[in-house]
């Protein structure tokens, strides 16, 4: 592995933690940019705050850390919320982004850089499984503000820049919200078996997706920042619908009957969504060494069991 000083943008969040962990491990000098003084870190992380949407922010951060590698995972992370505010997507997502690859390749030492990109750039693809070599085909402004990002990547790499993209797919945690569709099914499958009343409103059954456990997904960024820059599409390769992980969650919590406690809601329904989206990781697996570790099932049980020790259920 190689040493220096690591920062790493969007903190706060859910990858954002396992890899200030994941870093602290190795025995890094480890900086956080986190958006306030909220955010939780851990001992011996240097704290800045700071807003992305700041166009000033980065050359200075640059020189006060002076870092050997930057993991850039701030952002809006949710495909919902972008289409409440597209133009914020955008900005943060997009040109925050570019921003930070202009000022890391002016930097007088210049850094390698990791970007946090999504599977969301293929989603009106009809290719499956995708991979590093799938037309870019968003189909949300989610989606189109992490193709500016990964499109603006592929420019500066092209002119010197070491940056690596990490197109990350599902991927849980307990550490997820619950405005997150699968802490918004676990949470809602143990609350059901613990007697609540009101049924869990969802959308879409029936998209596909390919989801995994995201410390093995942070683990291929933490590999990426120590390999040749290129794109990685970070994946199981096993796609499962909607409809799958709700009738799972709600197994693991001693409800095989699912479909008593679930309602399907239009409002929760997106204005485009994809069908499906399974990815194909051989690059990530040859080049980086990396394997995903996690199974579905597997995956789901502990989301579950998690759910009931935090909850007492």
């Not at 059954?205 to 995994?212: H, K, M, T």
């Not at 409809?243 to 997106?270: K, M, S, T």
Request: hydrophobic share 45%; glycine share 10%.
């Amino acid at each position: 592995m190689n040493g220096g000083i690591a920062l790493v943008t969007g903190a706060g969040g859910q990858d954002g933690s396992y890899l200030l962990e994941r870093l602290l491990e190795q025995g890094r000098e480890v900086h956080a940019l986190v958006r306030d003084g909220a955010a939780r870190l851990p001992a011996g992380v240097v704290r800045h705050e700071g807003d992305v949407r700041d166009p000033g922010l980065f050359p200075p951060l640059l020189r006060r850390c002076r870092p050997a590698v930057v993991h850039h995972l701030a952002g809006l992370s949710s495909v919902a919320a972008s289409w409440r505010e597209p133009a914020l997507a955008a900005e943060v997502n997009g040109l925050a982004t570019v921003r930070l690859l202009e000022a890391c390749s002016r930097a007088d030492d210049v850094p390698r850089v990791v970007l946090a990109s999504s599977a969301e750039v293929f989603a009106a693809t009809t290719t499956t499984p995708q991979d590093e070599r799938t037309p870019v085909a968003p189909a949300s402004p989610y989606g189109a503000s992490k193709a500016t990002a990964l499109l603006a990547a592929r420019v500066h790499r092209a002119a010197g820049l070491p940056v690596s993209t990490a197109l990350l797919y599902n991927h849980e945690s307990p550490r997820r919200p619950t405005s997150f569709l699968s802490a918004k099914v676990v949470a809602g499958a143990v609350e059901a078996a613990a007697g609540a009343a009101g049924p869990l409103r969802l959308g879409n059954l029936d998209a596909v997706r390919d989801w995994g456990w995201a410390p093995d997904h942070v683990d291929a960024m933490l590999r990426m920042g120590d390999g040749p820059p290129e794109d990685y599409v970070v994946a199981t390769g096993t796609g499962r619908t909607v409809r799958d992980f709700v009738a799972a969650a709600f197994a693991a919590a001693g409800l095989p009957d699912w479909q008593a406690h679930v309602v399907l809601d239009e409002a929760f329904v997106r204005p485009t969504d994809a069908a499906v989206l399974v990815g194909d990781a051989t690059r990530a697996c040859e080049v980086l060494g990396w394997r995903s570790t996690v199974g579905f099932d597997e995956l789901v049980v502990r989301l579950v069991r998690a759910r009931e020790e935090a909850t007492g259920r």
